[in-house]
């Protein structure tokens, strides 16, 4: 549901709390002259992958091991810029194709 320019605090609260309910996404959206702003909530449910909104980088890799859970290993003169729980992806892997997509 999206909801502009509606002022009315009581009805907005209310307005999330039947939405939230019915898992069904809500977007508040104003304008205020030069300012807006916009409230987005789609449940407890929604996952967010890309928390910070940066850019998706590229990394090459050096080597995979094939244990269960592999140890992906990256060149160590390139800096890859990664940090604790982001989330990737694997591409274009040759010699271990079946992590492509993954």
């Known amino acids: 549901m999206v ?3 509606k002022y ?4 907005l609260i209310d307005l999330n709390k039947n ?3 019915k898992n069904v996404g809500f977007i508040y959206a104003g304008n205020l002259g030069l ?3 916009t409230f987005i909530d789609f449940g407890e449910n929604h996952r967010i992958i890309d928390p910070t909104g940066e850019e998706c980088k590229s990394v090459h890799i ?3 091991t094939q244990e269960e859970r592999g140890l992906v290993c990256l060149h160590e ?3 890859h810029g990664l940090n604790d729980g982001d989330t990737i992806s694997f591409r ?3 010699g271990m194709t079946e992590i492509n997509g993954k």
């Open 3 to 5: 909801v502009l320019d």
């Open 62 to 64: 050096a080597a995979i």
């Open 35 to 37: 300012y807006g702003f």
């Open 92 to 94: 274009e892997v040759k």
């Open 8 to 11: 009315d605090r009581d009805y």
């Open 19 to 21: 939405c939230r309910d």
């Open 77 to 79: 003169e390139k800096k």
